[in-house]
């Protein structure tokens, strides 16, 4: 089974609709991370989480809200999907900085949502 | 803020080339540096990763370098394989902040 594990893995959708992408990892890490990819654009910072009770903002959260249900499982909700949110949506985790710890980042399949 | 830069973007070698792939970053107060590779439509696979104590990381076919002093990480690939047809992107750690990406070099490895 796969370390960190994304549903669904593709979804279509209309514009307006509420749509959201789970994200639930067995590696034991505090901090998770949404991203999104677009050609040419690269990886872009959503959201991430150090800790569940610690929420932040990255690059480009406009429209986007998420939720840290627990350590192992942080959602993404688009409220009201809009056509230019059609892309490519990973979920990662990591450990921290700590002596012990290398902070290596580990990724999801992907969830590929497409707004019609 | 730690900026990364990967150049060039793309890159076509014939098979059984060695190559270098490079990896610029802005802070040099990097902990780590991790390299991934990128099928199409697929997730982000790790290779190496780097710490800011060490020098160098290799596996098999595979070594990644880093450079602190002068911001520069570089990914070497012994002879390339038409498999290792791919994305490849480095990202740099730097405090207790999200990684961040470069935007990534598509390589094609020509049978």
């Not at chain 1, 959201?20 to 901090?31: A, F, I, P, Y």
């Not at chain 1, 569940?52 to 409220?79: C, P, T």
Request: with cysteine; charged share 20%.
């Amino acid at each position: 089974d796969a370390d960190v594990t994304q549903t669904p893995r593709n979804r279509i959708t209309k514009t307006g609709k509420r749509i959201m992408l789970e994200c639930s990892q067995t590696k034991g890490h505090d901090r998770m991370y949404w991203y999104r990819q677009d050609p040419g654009l690269g990886l872009r910072l959503i959201y991430y989480s150090f800790d569940v009770k610690d929420i932040n903002k990255g690059e480009i959260s406009d429209g986007y809200s998420v939720s840290r249900q627990a350590q192992a499982k942080f959602s993404l909700s688009l409220e009201s999907a809009i056509p230019n949110q059609t892309a490519l949506y990973f979920c990662a985790t990591s450990d921290g900085i700590e002596v012990t710890s290398t902070g290596e980042l580990f990724f999801g399949e992907g969830s590929r949502l497409t707004v019609l | 803020k730690q900026e990364v830069t990967q150049i060039p973007a793309a890159l076509s070698v014939p098979e059984g080339e060695n190559l270098v792939l490079n990896c610029s970053f802005t802070d040099s107060a990097i902990y780590n540096l991790q390299w991934f590779r990128q099928d199409p439509g697929k997730g982000l696979t790790s290779l190496l990763l780097i710490q800011s104590s060490q020098r160098e990381q290799t596996s098999g076919r595979l070594n990644a370098s880093l450079d602190k002093s002068s911001g520069r990480s570089t990914l070497y690939i012994a002879a390339s394989q038409p498999g290792d047809s791919a994305t490849y992107l480095c990202a740099g750690l730097s405090g207790n902040t999200p990684l961040v990406f470069g935007k990534g070099t598509r390589l094609s490895v020509i049978a």
